[in-house]
């Protein structure tokens, strides 16, 4: 792997020189976005029944959101290896998210929050291999788990912040005005990142195809692992509709916003562990973390299989640290296991691919899962989605 090290600025310590402050905006940046639409994806389930739609419906909406998604993250990748300067891709990106999320208030039907996802999410598309890329070029090469770790961290204190939010506010305000308020943390992110420093260099932007195929075969079998584990990995507000399916009605809190609950706590198991993970990953090795992460996740979803009806929120609690555990690991350890594989010419070009790999895995993962819950059982999706989880980890573990 080639990265251009930061220089070493005279008084400042070798080991704390990979927090400088690109990394530090760049996790800034994603802690208020993630606030933002966290805040939004904690009531949109709830938001989506009231209009009629079913796990159906939500694993529709967030499958072809992501999957539509696919080409922006493709595309700016490449895109943005020819070019001097990356972040006005990125900048377009956070604004079309911040927006794009807050215009969940306007939706009248499912359809509209489909296509209200599906903005927000192509600029969530452009800015993600963009801002990946900048990040492992910001540091030098022996700190790039660190610095992944330490942005997942950041990007997961906004989502314990959102669900936090939206718990607090769901009693006493309506569904858009919570939408509304996503704004907010929408600009803020904005701002951060358009105040990240990036130093320019002379790039040539190669042909698309050759970018591909100047991607290593070690890379390309990493890739292969993603694939088949994201076929699987479903979008989690999927657990957010199913606890509030699954826990009993009585006195005290509604159903539904103590599974709103359980999403914070899956939040913050996943702000706490990701910078562990990262370092973890570097130590041990970002592969076989990984692979033990994928294998977290299909714990996980067999753990669905064997709770008994009406569970207790304690049956439900050790589900949900499972989730943000494995979550954690995905999210720290893939753009890990990117940087030590990829060239710098192709590194946008290479996280655009591993981005466009997930977005498909996303869309047959949540579609797949929410058909099978409505036509058949939510054990079948949670079924399936262990088997492709239990896969993906096992062909991660053998990859060379």
């Known amino acids: 792997m080639t990265v251009t090290p930061v220089p070493h600025l005279k008084g400042v310590p070798r080991r704390t020189r990979w927090l400088n402050r690109s990394v530090v905006l760049f996790g800034l940046a994603s802690l208020f976005s993630d606030a933002g639409y966290e805040t939004a994806t904690a009531i949109l389930p709830l938001f989506i029944a009231t209009l009629g739609g079913s796990a159906a419906s939500l694993g529709l909406v967030e499958g072809v959101a992501d999957a539509l998604s696919t080409a922006a993250k493709l595309v700016s990748g490449w895109y ?52 990946d890329a900048m990040l492992a070029e910001a540091v030098p090469a022996e700190a790039v788990g660190r610095a992944f770790g330490f942005h997942r961290a950041m990007d997961t204190v906004g989502a ?44 040539t932007r190669l042909p698309f195809r050759t970018s591909v195929r ?6 390309r079998w990493f890739l292969v692992a ?52 990262g370092i973890l990953g570097t130590r041990l090795g970002a592969r076989p973390v990984l692979a033990a992460g994928y294998a977290t996740f299909s714990l996980m979803c067999l753990g669905f299989l064997l709770v008994p009806p009406a569970p207790s929120f304690g049956t439900l609690v050790p589900l949900f640290v499972l989730a943000g555990l494995a979550l954690a690991a995905e999210e ?39 058909w099978l819950w409505a036509a ?25």
């Open 226 to 277: 993603v694939g088949i584990f994201g076929l699987g990995d479903f979008a989690r507000s999927l657990l957010i509709l199913r606890a509030a399916q699954m826990l009993p009605h009585g006195a005290g809190l509604r159903p539904e916003h103590v599974a709103i609950g359980l999403y914070v706590l899956h939040n913050l198991v996943h702000a706490l562990s990701a910078y562990g993970i």
């Open 376 to 400: 058949v059982s939510p054990a079948a999706g949670f079924g399936y989605a262990a088997a492709m989880g239990a896969a993906g980890a096992f062909v991660l573990a053998c990859a060379r």
């Open 214 to 219: 100047e991607l290593p075969s070690s890379f």
């Open 332 to 370: 720290v350890l893939e753009g890990t296991v990117a940087a030590e594989l990829l060239p710098e010419r192709v590194r946008g070009t290479g996280y655009g691919v591993l981005a466009a790999v997930n977005g498909v895995g996303d869309l047959v993962a949540s579609v797949a899962v929410g």
């Open 80 to 131: 943005s290896d020819g070019l001097q300067r990356r972040k006005p891709i990125g900048i377009v990106g956070y604004v079309a998210t911040g927006f794009g999320t807050a215009a969940f208030a306007l939706a009248q039907s499912p359809l509209h929050v489909l296509a209200v996802r599906t903005g927000s999410w192509i600029g969530r598309g452009m800015r993600g291999p963009v801002r």
């Open 160 to 203: 314990v912040i959102g669900p936090v939010v939206a718990f607090g506010l769901a009693a006493a305000l309506g569904y858009r005005t919570i939408f509304a308020i996503t704004l907010i943390p929408g600009v803020l992110s904005i701002i951060a990142f358009a105040s990240a420093p990036e130093t320019g260099r002379i790039r």
